[in-house]
């Protein structure tokens, strides 16, 4: 049996948009794509406009799923997240964050939330 790897990409991806709004954020899109690339989620959290990269790993063979968000990955992430600012009309002073979820695991998998994982990155 195949595994359908955007499937579950997706079923993550709802997992962790409801896990953020248990715990404090306003999701305002998922899988915004533009030319650039895509943002997993786009959300509002205590005053800041979050970016957030959603990454997997059911086990480490390839590594942790927040080493996935190297600085080419970040380097992606800031230059659509400068795109949306642009088309969304969101001026200088608007507080942006770049979050990474990562999740681990098979089953039971855990859950960590680093905020500010990043800075724009040119």
């Not at 993550?12 to 954020?25: D, I, S």
């Not at 979050?99 to 680093?114: I, N, P, Q, R």
């Amino acid at each position: 049996m195949q595994i359908n790897k955007r499937q579950i990409g997706a079923d993550k991806e709802a997992f962790v948009c409801e896990w953020l709004e248990k715990n404090g954020y306003r999701i305002l899109e998922r899988n915004f794509r533009c030319r650039i690339g895509e943002i997993d989620i786009v959300a509002r959290e205590d005053g800041y406009l979050v970016f957030i990269e959603v990454k997997y790993r059911s086990h480490n063979v390839n590594g942790l799923p927040e080493e996935a968000v190297d600085w080419r990955k970040q380097r992606v992430i800031s230059r659509v997240a400068l795109y949306y600012l642009r088309r969304f009309g969101y001026g200088e002073s608007t507080p942006v964050r770049f979050d990474v979820v990562a999740l681990f695991g098979e089953k039971d998998f855990s859950v960590s939330l680093y905020q500010n994982a990043f800075e724009f990155c040119g």
